[in-house]
C-alpha cells in the first residue's frame, strides 16, 4: 500500500510539472510569428536581425532577465517601464501580447 501511494504521488508530481511546462509555452508558437512579423524589423535573435536592428537592439536572454508582468507592461507600453524607451507601443489584442509574452519568455 505504500509503494501505491510513493508511486501515485511521483506520478501526480510528474504530471503536475508538465501540466504547468505547457501552459508556461502556450502561446510561443504564435507568439514566434508575430515577433517575425511585427518585431524583427528592428530587433535580433541569436544573430538573425531585422534591417534596423540597430535600433530595437538584442533580445537574446532577456526571458532569463525579466518576468512576464513586466515584459506584457513593457510590450503594452514601453515608456511605462523605461520612460527613456525609444521603441513606440504596438497596438496588440490581449491575446497577442500574451502569445508575444511567451515566445519572449523563451528567449534564456
Known amino acids: 500500500m505504500r509503494e501505491t501511494k510513493g508511486i501515485l504521488w511521483v506520478f ?5 510539472v508538465t501540466l504547468l511546462a505547457s501552459f508556461a509555452w502556450a502561446g510561443s508558437d504564435e507568439g514566434k510569428a508575430l515577433y517575425e ?13 531585422g534591417k534596423m536592428a540597430h535600433l530595437g537592439g538584442k533580445l537574446d536572454g532577456v526571458g532569463a532577465r525579466r ?8 510590450l503594452a507600453d514601453p515608456k511605462s517601464k523605461v ?12 491575446q497577442q501580447l500574451d502569445d508575444l509574452v511567451a515566445y519572449v519568455l523563451t528567449l534564456k
Open 67 to 74: 518576468d512576464a508582468a513586466w515584459l506584457k507592461a513593457y
Open 83 to 94: 520612460p527613456e524607451a525609444k521603441m513606440p507601443k504596438v497596438s496588440l489584442a490581449e
Open 12 to 16: 501526480a508530481t510528474l504530471l503536475g
Open 37 to 49: 512579423q511585427k518585431c524583427k524589423a528592428c530587433h535580433s535573435i541569436g544573430g538573425d536581425a
